[in-house]
Every structure is written in structure tokens, then in C-alpha cells.
């Protein structure tokens, strides 16, 4: 079966530290993957995505990720956070022509002022 | 334009009684998703719509659990004779319909389900 691992589950940094959030899935064919964040009170939204092309991917608010696909990685970068980046962090792919998504159990980043 | 809605937003139950959850998706989105996330686990993804049937139910957890969808708008989630295990926070989800797997899910603001 399918499945995402999230490495980190809380990660505390302070303002202008670089963060890098590692996400990894088994599944051995064609993926599209997503990291989708969520802030205080708010609804989860995409932070980026990727499906095809340069596996360097740009996102909303300076985010990144890079897919490697030899080490079924899909790791989010940023590198100066700041504190309104305080969320939690989801990784989710899915697989082919499949629609649902499978997620891993997210990342709490705390950014300290 | 509005974003995803869902109703009620908080919900508390007593054992062994229906309860049905509503998502509004994005006027225009024909394809509708319902996800779970209960406590310290990561959404579980329980159906997917496309229009008014349903081509993927696979995550439906019993056949307590049901979902549909009319007029390519409103879709309803019932769970009945509700378990204190279907406590969780429910979230729909919908996206254009028209890129297949590689579109964006956009998400509502869930509805929080404590069963007594």
C-alpha cells in the first residue's frame, strides 16, 4: 500500500533560520506530490506541487521542494523562515490517475520571533 | 468567489445515533472529495465524486458510512449508529474536475464530529 512518511513532527526555529522539511512515499510509479500547509484558524492550502518537468518546484511564500525520484523524496526548503511561517505542514501524493490523496501526518513547525 | 463550506462546523453526538455533514465545493468544481483526520493521524481519505456518482469509495470505513452528491453541487456525509472511533475532524474537499490527479484539492474548514 501506498503511504508518506513525514520525518519531522515538531520543529521549533528562530527567524531567519533555513528550514528543510523531509517528506518521503513508496510507490514505485508515476506520482504527482503536494505539500499543503495550514495555518492558525485557517483552512489547509496548497503550498506547491509537482507533476512533471524540473523537479525543482516553486511555491507561495518563497517555499520550494526538490523531487528526487531515486530516493522517493520530496523534501520542502525555505531558506529564511519567519515567524508568520508558524503552521503545520502536510506532504500528500497520490499516484497515477488516481485521485485521492494520501498524506503523511504533517510537520508542526513554531517559529520563534 | 466563496471557498469550500461545510456545516455544521462542530458537531457532538451521543453513541449510536446519525449524523449527517454537509460540504458546499466551489461553484463550477465537479469533482468532490471527503477526508478524515482523527487524532494525531494524517487525513484518510474516504470518497471521491466526480459529478453526482462516486467512481472511488474505497475509503469508506463500514457500511456505516455513506456519502452523495446531488445536482454536481451539495454532497452530504452520513455516518450511522456513530462509534466513539468516528470522532475526527471531516473535510471536503473539490477541484475543476478537468485535469484529472494532478489538480489542486481546495479545502473547507472541516466539521469537528465528537461522539459521546
Known amino acids: 500500500a501506498q503511504s508518506v512518511s513525514q520525518h519531522n513532527h515538531h520543529v521549533i526555529l528562530s527567524e531567519a533560520a533555513s528550514l528543510e522539511l523531509g517528506c518521503n512515499y513508496s510507490?514505485?510509479?508515476?506520482?504527482?506530490l503536494f505539500w499543503y500547509v495550514q495555518y492558525p484558524g485557517q483552512h489547509l492550502q496548497l503550498l506547491l506541487k509537482?507533476?512533471?518537468?524540473d523537479p525543482l518546484v516553486k511555491g507561495i511564500k518563497g517555499f520550494e521542494a526538490e523531487f528526487i525520484k531515486s530516493k522517493f523524496s520530496f523534501n520542502l526548503r525555505k531558506p529564511s523562515v519567519q515567524w508568520s511561517d508558524t503552521a503545520e505542514y502536510f506532504c500528500a501524493v497520490n499516484a497515477g490517475n488516481n485521485r485521492k490523496l494520501i498524506w503523511g501526518l504533517g510537520t508542526s513547525l513554531a517559529v520563534n520571533p | 468567489g466563496a471557498g469550500v463550506s461545510q456545516s455544521p462546523s462542530n458537531k457532538v453526538t451521543e453513541k449510536g445515533k446519525d449524523v449527517e455533514l454537509r460540504c458546499d465545493p466551489i461553484s463550477g468544481h465537479t469533482a468532490l472529495y471527503w477526508y478524515r483526520q482523527r487524532l494525531g493521524q494524517g487525513l484518510e481519505f474516504l470518497i471521491y465524486?466526480?459529478?453526482?456518482?462516486?467512481?472511488?469509495k474505497s475509503g469508506l470505513p463500514s457500511d456505516r458510512f455513506s456519502a452523495e452528491r446531488t445536482g454536481e453541487s451539495v454532497s452530504t456525509l452520513t455516518i450511522q449508529r456513530t462509534q466513539q472511533e468516528d470522532s475526527a475532524v471531516y473535510l471536503c474537499?473539490?477541484?475543476?474536475?478537468?485535469?484529472?490527479?494532478?489538480?489542486?484539492?481546495?479545502f473547507g474548514p472541516g466539521t469537528r464530529l465528537l461522539v459521546l
Open positions: 509537482y507533476f512533471s518537468g
Open positions: 510507490y514505485g510509479g508515476t506520482v504527482n
Open positions: 474537499a473539490s477541484s475543476l474536475g478537468s485535469a484529472g490527479s494532478q489538480e489542486t484539492q481546495y
Open positions: 465524486f466526480q459529478g453526482n456518482s462516486a467512481p472511488d
